[in-house]
């Protein structure tokens, strides 16, 4: 009894830990900008915002100069 | 130290960085890691114009991290001069901003130094030229 509780729990943990990577995963692979100020805020620009569309291009141009 | 001694301990202690350029306030390149001296300031302008570009309400932003599927940029200033690299994906971002903060930190240190060097300079050069009259008054 005491061993298929273990294992129970262990799937549970395991399933979890994998929910919360994908997450994660997922969250990171969005293309984003994050900007910081001197008074401590950030903010963050997701792709599809109008804020977004002016930073990504001169961030796409960095990117391409430092690789080409 | 200066900014060539700087960038390379940069890219040294950070792994994670792939190429960086440390630009004046004027644009003017003052160490790259990238060998092209115009990919360099093509890459400082650039860094220019997403500062200049991500100014909000609250002003001019002290650092940018952009992200992409094939990489991230990262924008550093102090105000005038600034610092720009570029990194694989999904960085240790916080790591990154510190050690991009230590490279502007440690490459302003010589002209920091030289500068209450010069003011200290002018101030004795004053006293010497005071010290006639001073003879002359006893």
């Given at each position: 009894m005491k061993r298929r509780l273990a294992a129970f729990v262990a799937v549970l943990g395991a399933l979890a830990g994998a929910a919360a990577f994908w997450r994660r995963r997922s969250g990171a692979a969005r293309e984003r900008a994050d900007v910081y100020f001197p008074d401590g805020s950030m903010v963050t620009f997701a792709e599809g915002t109008d804020e977004a569309a002016r930073l990504f291009p001169p961030a796409r141009r960095i990117l391409a100069q430092a690789r080409s | 130290m200066d900014a060539a001694k700087a960038l390379a301990d940069l890219v040294e202690i950070s792994s994670q960085i792939e190429s960086a350029v440390l630009a004046g306030p004027?644009?003017?390149?003052?160490?790259?890691?990238?060998?092209d001296a115009s990919r360099s300031e093509a890459m400082a302008r650039e860094a220019r114009e997403l500062l200049d570009a991500a100014a909000g309400p609250a002003g001019p932003p002290s650092q940018i991290e952009v992200s992409f599927h094939e990489g991230c940029v990262f924008v550093v200033t102090d105000g005038e001069r600034l610092v720009v690299a570029v990194t694989g994906r999904d960085p240790t971002a916080g790591l990154v901003f510190y050690d991009l903060k230590t490279c502007l930190r440690l490459s302003g240190e010589d002209e920091r130094a030289a500068a209450p060097k010069a003011a200290a300079g002018g101030r004795r050069r004053k006293k010497k030229d005071e010290e006639p009259e001073a003879e002359g008054e006893a």
């Open positions: - | 004027d644009g003017a390149v003052l160490g790259s890691t990238l060998a």
